[in-house]
């Protein structure tokens, strides 16, 4: 194990009788870049929030470093913080606004100086110094606030929803920067998104939360790869993971053999060792690029619906019984809409969720 | 056509939008300011014309003694409450900002409830309590000074009580500006401030007072135009008095104007408050401006 960056033990917060957080175990290893990942409300903002130490923590500890910090004063921690809405000083100039922290602690004006220019250069914000932030454009802003956190030189870097006030083309092209920053840096990073495409792109490491709970972490292939649960496989993945209602229909060599509902004539193979009765029921998850159209017997989708992308497209459709089903072509103008395509998933490519949403292996 | 058309619907609208004001406007402000201005070079009695006399009325009143007494006590006055009332009310918003929900509802009403008070009411309260024989503030003012004070009736002491009975009354609005004004920064800035590593203070200082200085700049004008035309308080408590010790600008403007029936040389006094309410305004704003911008 390499050194600990952050970690967390029995972390929980409550407000009043609200569990927000609810005991959340996390290690984060020096120098990874960490992804909090989840839907509005899940507490990943509000968990950040207790790293930098802006909220109070109910119970467990908290780690930087070898230090505890549970309990400590958010400038003592040495963290830094990157807000959603930038929280610039608008009275101050970019200079000002980057060398904020140094003159609180009275450094000498020439470390303020060298330090600033070092950041402006890194961030090209160097012709910007003199500027107020009402003067420069959104994604300017956002290089300051990043600034203003690199000339700190803080032992971790926090990130709430930081891209999401700018357009797309901008929060691409920014994703890139933040990770060659990363990359140039070399510091803990802990980023706060409800996009999974960030997370996906950015990430050493992922913690899926829902409802204050981390539901999986890992890195973000082998969370797509190897879900733990049904929040995750359909969380992770754009778009998202189909989910088709089934029953167990036989046990064979390989697992079991499952049958979609409503689909009579149709038996999946599912490799899985636990095998559940014949005749419970179970879910089944196929991720769009995993189907594929075959001219034999599958899952039979009228197409409504196509996404045309380009170089793929998505095709979106139904079952008989309604259930909504998305897949993926490769390619463009299949002219699908309005037809009825039998569909079957690729070997292997299938999991299996239990009533209760947990996987089944 | 239809272009026309509009533009002159949306002309009527105009007129008929504006047109109620605009006519109160010109009887009763613009047409007495203009009276005010032509009745200052007469020697007009309060009602009926008089003879043009040019600019003797203000000859005279630059050679009247009681005038510079009267202007003095104004600026005496706008020292005394102007900053203080400002500083007071930007305390009171500071700590009133740190509460939450109802109980700040409740607190912002109990500061701004002497704002709604007539004046007549607060200066019948205010008298009362200062009362020299049966005021509840005389064993105060006792214990302070080892003996009872009938503050209205001396010299040293009618100013600045007049002064406090007038912060009193209107420090609720004041208040109501500046939470306004704190309402306005974004609490991120203070979050991103704790992380930085600032003190209270320093965040106050930092963050506060200069995201908050266009409503102080804005708090402090208002506050010297209002003060400058003080007389209610003054016409209620002391009449002037004693020793023309309180006695101001406007009191005697209304003494000339209502009690000697001086009209042409109350107007010319009037006029001369007015362009000095004018310059030093204007000259505080923009030094406030300056102050700002450093």
């Given at each position: 194990?390499?050194?600990?960056?952050?970690?967390?033990?029995?972390?929980?917060?409550?407000?009043?009788?609200?569990?927000?957080?609810?005991?959340?175990?996390?290690?984060?290893?020096?120098?990874?870049?960490?992804?909090?990942?989840?839907?509005?409300?899940?507490?990943?903002?509000?968990?950040?929030?207790?790293?930098?130490?802006?909220?109070?923590?109910?119970?467990?500890?908290?780690?930087?470093?070898?230090?505890?910090?549970?309990?400590?004063?958010?400038?003592?921690?040495?963290?830094?913080?990157?807000?959603?809405s930038?929280?610039?000083?608008?009275?101050?100039?970019?200079?000002?606004n980057?060398?904020?922290?140094?003159?609180?602690?009275?450094?000498?004006?020439?470390?303020?100086?060298?330090?600033?220019?070092?950041?402006?250069?890194?961030?090209?914000?160097?012709?910007?110094?003199?500027?107020?932030?009402?003067?420069?454009?959104?994604?300017?802003?956002?290089?300051?606030?990043?600034?203003?956190?690199?000339?700190?030189?803080?032992?971790?870097?926090?990130?709430?929803?930081?891209?999401?006030?700018?357009?797309?083309?901008?929060?691409?092209?920014?994703?890139?920067e933040?990770?060659?920053?990363?990359?140039?840096?070399?510091?803990?990073?802990?980023?706060?998104t409800?996009d999974?495409?960030?997370?996906?792109?950015?990430?050493?490491?992922?913690?899926?939360?829902?409802?204050?709970?981390?539901q999986?972490?890992?890195?973000?292939?082998?969370?797509?790869?190897?879900?733990?649960?049904?929040?995750?496989?359909?969380?992770?993945?754009?778009?998202?993971?189909?989910?088709?209602?089934?029953?167990?229909?036989?046990?064979?060599?390989?697992?079991?053999?499952?049958?979609?509902?409503?689909?009579?004539?149709?038996?999946?193979?599912?490799?899985?060792?636990?095998?559940?009765?014949?005749?419970?029921?179970i879910?089944?998850?196929?991720?769009?690029?995993?189907?594929?159209?075959?001219?034999?017997?599958?899952?039979?989708?009228?197409v409504?619906?196509?996404?045309?992308?380009?170089?793929?497209?998505?095709?979106y459709?139904?079952?008989?019984?309604?259930?909504?089903?998305?897949?993926?072509?490769?390619?463009?103008?299949?002219?699908?809409?309005g037809?009825?395509?039998?569909?079957?998933?690729?070997?292997?490519?299938?999991?299996?969720?239990?009533?209760?949403?947990?996987?089944?292996r | 056509?239809?272009?026309?058309?509009?533009?002159?619907?949306?002309?009527?609208?105009?007129?008929?939008?504006?047109?109620p004001?605009?006519?109160v406007?010109?009887?009763?402000?613009?047409?007495?300011?203009?009276?005010?201005?032509?009745?200052?070079?007469?020697?007009?009695?309060?009602?009926?014309?008089?003879?043009?006399?040019?600019?003797?009325?203000?000859?005279?009143?630059?050679?009247?003694?009681?005038?510079?007494?009267?202007?003095?006590?104004?600026?005496?006055?706008?020292?005394?409450?102007?900053?203080?009332?400002?500083?007071?009310?930007?305390?009171?918003?500071?700590?009133?900002?740190?509460?939450?929900?109802?109980?700040?509802?409740?607190?912002?009403?109990?500061?701004?409830?002497?704002?709604?008070?007539?004046?007549?009411?607060?200066?019948?309260?205010?008298?009362?309590?200062?009362?020299?024989?049966?005021?509840?503030?005389?064993?105060?003012?006792?214990?302070?000074?080892?003996?009872?004070?009938?503050?209205?009736?001396?010299?040293?002491?009618?100013?600045?009580?007049?002064?406090?009975?007038?912060?009193?009354?209107?420090?609720?609005?004041?208040?109501?500006?500046?939470?306004?004004?704190?309402?306005?920064?974004?609490?991120?800035?203070?979050?991103?401030?704790?992380?930085?590593?600032?003190?209270?203070?320093?965040?106050?200082?930092?963050?506060?007072?200069?995201?908050?200085?266009?409503?102080?700049?804005?708090?402090?004008?208002?506050?010297?135009?209002l003060?400058?035309?003080?007389f209610?308080?003054?016409?209620?408590?002391?009449?002037?008095?004693?020793?023309?010790?309180?006695y101001?600008?406007?009191?005697?403007?209304?003494?000339?104007?209502?009690?000697?029936?001086?009209?042409?040389?109350?107007?010319?006094?009037?006029?001369?408050?007015?362009?000095?309410?004018v310059?030093?305004?204007?000259?505080?704003?923009?030094?406030?401006?300056?102050g700002?911008?450093?």
């Amino acid at each position: 194990m390499t050194a600990t960056g952050v970690h967390l033990e029995g972390v929980t917060k409550s407000f009043g009788a609200v569990d927000v957080i609810g005991g959340v175990d996390m290690q984060i290893g020096k120098g990874e870049f960490a992804v909090f990942v989840g839907p509005s409300g899940c507490g990943k903002s509000t968990l950040l929030r207790m790293i930098a130490g802006l909220e109070d923590t109910t119970s467990g500890s908290i780690h930087i470093g070898a230090r505890d910090v549970t309990h400590e004063d958010p400038a003592k921690r040495e963290v830094a913080m990157v807000f959603q809405s930038y929280a610039l000083y608008p009275h101050l100039s970019v200079f000002e606004n980057m060398a904020f922290s140094l003159r609180l602690a009275r450094r000498p004006r020439k470390e303020v100086e060298e330090k600033v220019n070092r950041a402006a250069g890194i961030l090209q914000l160097t012709d910007h110094l003199h500027k107020k932030p009402a003067q420069l454009s959104g994604g300017q802003r956002q290089r300051v606030a990043i600034g203003r956190a690199i000339v700190r030189a803080p032992e971790v870097f926090l990130f709430d929803e930081p891209l999401s006030n700018l357009d797309a083309e901008l929060r691409v092209q920014m994703r890139l920067e933040l990770a060659r920053l990363h990359k140039a840096l070399g510091t803990t990073m802990i980023y706060v998104t409800h996009d999974q495409v960030e997370a996906m792109t950015l990430a050493d490491k992922i913690f899926v939360l829902k409802s204050g709970m981390v539901q999986q972490a890992g890195a973000p292939l082998d969370l797509y790869d190897d879900p733990v649960n049904r929040f995750v496989a359909g969380f992770i993945g754009s778009p998202g993971m189909n989910f088709l209602e089934a029953t167990v229909s036989a046990h064979d060599t390989d697992g079991i053999r499952a049958r979609p509902k409503g689909q009579p004539d149709l038996d999946l193979s599912v490799p899985i060792t636990s095998r559940p009765a014949i005749d419970s029921a179970i879910s089944l998850g196929m991720r769009p690029e995993h189907l594929t159209l075959t001219d034999g017997p599958g899952l039979q989708v009228t197409v409504d619906v196509a996404e045309e992308l380009g170089g793929i497209s998505y095709q979106y459709g139904a079952l008989q019984d309604g259930s909504p089903v998305i897949f993926q072509q490769v390619g463009a103008r299949h002219g699908l809409r309005g037809t009825v395509q039998n569909l079957l998933p690729e070997p292997g490519r299938i999991f299996a969720f239990d009533a209760g949403g947990q996987r089944v292996r | 056509m239809s272009l026309k058309l509009r533009r002159r619907r949306e002309m009527r609208a105009a007129l008929l939008l504006t047109g109620p004001f605009v006519i109160v406007f010109i009887v009763f402000f613009l047409y007495p300011t203009l009276r005010v201005v032509t009745m200052s070079f007469t020697n007009a009695a309060l009602i009926g014309g008089g003879d043009w006399i040019g600019f003797d009325n203000y000859a005279k009143l630059l050679k009247d003694k009681l005038f510079y007494t009267s202007l003095w006590n104004n600026f005496y006055f706008v020292l005394l409450t102007v900053i203080p009332t400002t500083v007071i009310a930007l305390l009171i918003a500071l700590a009133v900002n740190k509460l939450r929900g109802r109980v700040q509802a409740l607190v912002l009403t109990l500061f701004f409830l002497p704002y709604v008070l007539p004046v007549s009411v607060v200066t019948m309260i205010w008298a009362w309590m200062l009362d020299f024989q049966f005021g509840i503030l005389q064993p105060l003012i006792e214990t302070v000074t080892g003996r009872p004070i009938a503050v209205f009736k001396d010299p040293n002491w009618v100013m600045p009580m007049i002064a406090v009975v007038t912060v009193w009354w209107t420090n609720g609005f004041n208040v109501l500006l500046f939470i306004a004004g704190l309402r306005n920064i974004p609490p991120d800035l203070y979050e991103a401030a704790a992380l930085d590593g600032a003190t209270a203070w320093q965040r106050f200082a930092r963050v506060t007072w200069p995201l908050l200085w266009p409503v102080t700049a804005l708090v402090l004008t208002l506050q010297l135009i209002l003060q400058l035309k003080l007389f209610d308080q003054v016409y209620l408590l002391s009449k002037g008095g004693p020793f023309n010790q309180s006695y101001v600008v406007l009191m005697q403007m209304y003494r000339e104007a209502f009690q000697l029936n001086n009209g042409g040389y109350a107007s010319a006094i009037a006029m001369v408050l007015f362009i000095t309410i004018v310059i030093v305004s204007v000259l505080q704003f923009q030094l406030l401006r300056i102050g700002g911008r450093k």
